[in-house]
């Protein structure tokens, strides 16, 4: 029954989560992104042209993407509905584990009622500097057209950003002595290994008047995308902490003699 009522609370919190996030891009990030593949699609245009004809046939098919419209606004709906319920599941299992360790929260202690709200907002915001900000500070989140380094090395390091922001967390939050400062430690580790980058500009090819308004693009849409995703983790985890706290929290309070959670009504 755990299991279901978990899944259960994920799917319900990822899809309105899901829902949200999706408006938020659609108003505060959609349009960067429109504009910069419009630079994309231009330079690609110019290098086409210089290219005889021959060499344009024997180009390999591009791979399938949805369409621009209706097409692409349902793809990537759904794309954040599915990652907001598998952020869901894992905020909701943390959170259940943390607050059974903790011993439960007691209905009648004072401001029991906004207990919820504030370890989902503390919750969200952790997660949120864990998987964004610890990463962005040396991976920015990158327009199209924008040159990067290797993918894979970007995929590790970007993992082990992440890894090391949870533990330097985790140890800051639960040591309670002299050895917190390896928390501190490992969330300075990563900087310490240069992320990888690409050699040179990383709007190299475009025009120069191109590179400028790029860049420009470029740094809102680090702000954009640090926005978005700092709302949506909040709301993630205010979702998760109000469903656990009515569904799940119940049944990982302490089992009376008689079987029943203490609590939930016989």
């Known amino acids: 029954m755990?299991?279901?009522?978990?899944?259960?609370?994920?799917?319900?919190?990822?899809?309105?989560?899901?829902?949200?996030?999706?408006?938020?891009?659609?108003?505060?990030?959609?349009p960067m992104i429109l504009a910069a593949e419009a630079y994309e699609g231009a330079l690609e245009t110019a290098a086409h042209s210089h290219e005889d004809g021959a060499a344009a046939h024997?180009?390999?098919?591009?791979?399938?993407?949805?369409?621009?419209?209706?097409?692409r606004t349902a793809a990537t709906v759904l794309a954040n509905i599915l990652n907001s319920i598998g952020s869901a599941l894992l905020l909701l299992a943390l959170m259940s584990l943390w607050n059974r360790f903790r011993g439960g929260q007691a209905r009648s202690t004072p401001g029991a009622d906004a207990a919820p709200l504030r370890h989902g907002l503390l919750w969200g915001a952790a997660a949120w500097f864990c998987l964004f900000a610890m990463p962005a500070a040396g991976l920015p989140p990158e327009l199209p057209g924008m040159q990067a380094g290797a993918l894979q090395a970007r995929q590790l390091w970007w993992?082990?950003?992440?890894?090391?922001?949870?533990?330097?967390l985790a140890v800051l939050?639960?040591?309670?002595?002299?050895?917190?400062?390896?928390?501190?430690?490992?969330?300075?580790?990563?900087f310490a290994i240069d992320a990888p980058h690409?050699?040179?500009?990383?709007?190299?090819?475009?025009?120069a008047e191109a590179a400028v308004q790029m860049?420009?693009?470029?740094?809102?849409?680090?702000?954009?995308?640090?926005?978005a995703s700092a709302l949506q983790w909040l709301l993630l985890g205010v979702l998760c902490a109000l469903a656990g706290a009515r569904?799940?929290?119940?049944l990982l309070r302490p089992v009376e003699p008689s079987g029943t959670p203490a609590g939930v009504l016989r």
Not at 7 to 28: E, H, K, M, N
Not at 59 to 69: I, L, T
């Open 2 to 30: 755990l299991f279901r009522r978990l899944f259960l609370c994920a799917l319900f919190v990822g899809i309105l989560a899901g829902f949200f996030d999706s408006a938020l891009q659609r108003w505060q990030v959609v």
């Open 58 to 71: 024997s180009h390999e098919p591009e791979a399938w993407a949805p369409k621009d419209g209706l097409e």
């Open 159 to 168: 993992l082990f950003a992440v890894l090391c922001g949870a533990g330097g």
């Open 173 to 190: 939050c639960l040591v309670r002595t002299k050895w917190r400062v390896l928390g501190l430690g490992l969330l300075v580790l990563p």
């Open 198 to 207: 690409s050699d040179g500009s990383p709007f190299v090819g475009f025009e």
């Open 215 to 227: 860049a420009l693009l470029a740094q809102r849409f680090v702000m954009a995308t640090a926005l």
């Open 247 to 250: 569904w799940l929290n119940p």
